[in-house]
T-cell receptor
Framework: AQSVTQPDIHITVSEGASLELRCNYSYGATPYLFWYVQSPGQGLQLLLKYFSGDTLVQGIKGFEAEFKRSQSSFNLRKPSVHWSDAAEYFCAVGAEQAGTALIFGKGTTLSVSS | GAGVSQTPSNKVTEKGKYVELRCDPISGHTALYWYRQSLGQGPEFLIYFQGTGAADDSGLPNDRFFAVRPEGSVSTLKIQRTERGDSAVYLC????????????FGQGTRLTVV
């Protein structure tokens, strides 16, 4: 079955500390992988995506993610968290085929403490 | 418009009533998606339009749900005989080529069935 697992429901990180959000996927075809962020009352904003090539991808707001095929993982990282990063983060998987729906994980809520 | 626009932002309706949710995609985007996000969950795919036609409606939960896109731009998601379990945030997204290069999401319509 195709699925995305985000093992951590809620994470709290001190401001300035590093962050890693975990994402594991199960997908039959070559996966296209995404991380989205959702702030309260806001829509989903794309942070970064991986299709092919370099397995370490850079995104907006200082985020990066690394694709590890052997572990079926696509973890999101940030070296130094800012208070404004507090939000909900969703990992998603899809395919290149036109119209293929994205499959989302249940999300990880990030809180940032001062 | 500059982004995907969804109206209304909030809708409260009584059980058994009919509701319509509107999505205005980014101008020129041929692909349009509807997702539903229940509390504590990631978005779940409902239906995908390429142009005017529904290319994939496999995510619609039952025949009370229907969506149209008559002119290939604005889309309306229609829910008949609403049930309390329909309460969720309904998200619309559009993309330019119908592939998963990037889908831009609206802010969603929060539907509450009382």
């Amino acid at each position: 079955a195709q699925s995305v697992t985000q093992p951590d429901i809620h994470i709290t990180v001190s401001e300035g500390a590093s962050l890693e959000l975990r994402c594991n996927y199960s997908y039959g075809a070559t996966p296209y992988l995404f991380w989205y962020v959702q702030s309260p009352g806001q829509g989903l904003q794309l942070l970064l995506k991986y299709f092919s090539g370099d397995t370490l991808v850079q995104g907006i707001k200082g985020f990066e993610a690394e694709f590890k095929r052997s572990q079926s993982s696509f973890n999101l990282r940030k070296p130094s968290v800012h208070w404004s990063d507090a939000a909900e983060y969703f990992c998603a998987v899809g395919a290149e085929q036109a119209g293929t729906a994205l499959i989302f994980g249940k999300g990880t809520t990030l809180s940032v403490s001062s | 418009g500059a982004g995907v626009s969804q109206t209304p932002s909030n809708k409260v309706t009584e059980k058994g009533k009919y509701v319509e949710l509107r999505c205005d995609p980014i101008s020129g985007h041929t692909a349009l998606y509807w997702y539903r996000q229940s509390l504590g969950q990631g978005p779940e795919f409902l239906i995908y339009f390429q142009g005017t036609g529904a290319a994939d409606d496999s995510g619609l939960p039952n025949d009370r749900f229907f969506a149209v896109r008559p002119e290939g731009s604005v889309s309306t998601l229609k829910i008949q005989r609403t049930e309390r379990g329909d309460s969720a945030v309904y998200l619309c997204a559009s993309s330019s080529q119908g592939t998963n290069t990037e889908a831009f999401f609206g802010q969603g319509t929060r539907l509450t069935v009382v």
